[in-house]
């Protein structure tokens, strides 16, 4: 990713300066789409990451909530 958007800077550099050719344009569209999609794909694998260990955490407390009711009925039939 750091190649495609070291090209893409490149690019832009040279369509500020008016130097950019219609093929270069192109090229620079499609690294541009490259990159998008890379990090798109990026994007979608944190949040399933980060989904599944929400989901441990909640299951967690959930079982930590119930260890606690079940040794206060413990302590209660003592």
Do not use: A, W
């Not at 050719?21 to 944190?46: A, H, P, V």
């Not at 989901?55 to 959930?62: A, D, Y």
């Amino acid at each position: 990713m750091e190649e495609i958007s070291k090209k893409i800077h490149q690019n832009i550099k040279k369509l500020e300066h008016g130097e950019l050719s219609l093929s270069e344009l192109e090229f620079t569209t499609n690294q541009t789409k490259e990159l998008y999609e890379r990090l798109i794909i990026l994007r979608y694998k944190f949040y399933e990451e980060h989904s599944d260990k929400n989901k441990l955490r909640k299951g967690n407390k959930k079982s930590e909530k119930k260890e606690d009711k079940s040794q206060q009925s413990i302590v209660f039939e003592l």
